[in-house]
């Protein structure tokens, strides 16, 4: 689809050596003068040989013991793209749940962590990954668990910014606020997200600077506090940068779903490549028409965990 400068703005919506979390945003490396592609994914959910659990049910037992060889799959078609995205972006859910609470067993062991970031580092192009809620093992640890071990074996940030040619790519975490502070018995609440007034701020601030963005988060935001601070909050930081924010992309429910412009900018809850090798969305961006293009919306099968095969067709 080709849209004019208005409706985009509207809709258009690592690890190694990440720099300061608000200030620095990271540089992705070149391609084309003013047109580039990305591809974003979700819930690869990798595990490893510690991991002996039965799911909830059969089909989650089998998908759990085959993302390795799935999220394999999906690097496999990402690099038969033509042309090959720039970057990918990750919403969450890059492993499934912790082996071990001891720190050091981490680094003894090859554990499902070492396995996402050997699959990863095997990506022809940058890789990044957001925190998903299996991502942290809350309340037995303390987010800041996660977090030392995502940074020492990832160099990953909480959440993060990403600037290329123009776009600003944020990485969102919605369990840095309230409603995932174990804590606080009071407003603890696992099945909603929250950001936290730090990362709020932050958020605005990178919104104001008015730069064409795309915004990835795990929980979907009709699941994510619509305030937290008196009238401030994610859903009216949407609304009023609506303009400027392409789209939002949300994992977690593990299916494909369009909530178009409800919460502001057009809003997109992802498959995932743990039920679906297919479940990727590749997007080409040409900054100088203000225009963007999801190669592959077509394939997306809305309100199911399928993602129909994508053939790559002439622009």
């Not at 074996?153 to 990485?171: E, I, N, Q, W």
Request: with cysteine; proline share 4%; net charge neutral.
């Amino acid at each position: 689809m080709t849209l004019n400068r208005r409706s985009f703005l509207h809709l258009a919506g690592g690890l190694t050596g990440l720099s300061t979390l608000a200030d620095s945003p990271l540089i992705a490396a070149p391609s084309a003068p003013h047109r580039f592609r990305f591809v974003v994914i979700a819930d690869s959910h990798i595990i490893d040989d510690f991991y002996n659990r039965q799911e909830s049910n059969a089909l989650d037992t089998m998908t759990v013991k085959q993302t390795r060889e799935s999220l394999i799959r999906t690097r496999t078609m990402i690099h038969a793209l033509n042309p090959q995205p720039d970057m990918v972006f990750l919403a969450g859910d890059f492993v499934h749940d912790f082996p071990s609470p001891d720190y050091d067993f981490y680094f003894k062991n090859v554990t499902r962590l070492d396995h996402a970031k050997r699959i990863t580092d095997g990506f022809r192009m940058k890789v990044y990954p957001g925190f998903g809620n299996h991502d942290y093992w809350v309340p037995q640890h303390d987010r800041d668990f996660a977090h030392r071990l995502y940074a020492q074996k990832f160099g990953l940030k909480p959440y993060y910014a990403v600037d290329h040619k123009g776009c600003r790519f944020l990485m969102l975490n919605n369990f840095l606020g309230e409603t995932w502070n174990a804590s606080n018995k009071e407003a603890f609440k696992k099945g909603t997200g929250s950001l936290g007034e730090t990362q709020l701020q932050w958020l605005d601030a990178q919104l104001a600077a008015r730069k064409q963005t795309f915004l990835f988060v795990h929980f979907p935001v009709s699941t994510i506090l619509p305030t937290e601070y008196k009238d401030f909050g994610l859903h009216p930081l949407l609304k009023k940068y609506a303009d400027t924010i392409h789209f939002v992309t949300a994992g977690h429910w593990h299916r494909w779903h369009d909530f178009k412009t409800e919460f502001g900018p057009q809003h997109y809850v992802m498959g995932a490549t743990r039920y679906d090798a297919d479940s990727y969305m590749v997007v080409d961006v040409d900054t100088k028409a203000a225009s963007y293009t999801i190669r592959n919306l077509h394939c997306f099968q809305w309100g199911t965990r399928a993602t129909d095969a994508y053939a790559e067709t002439a622009a």
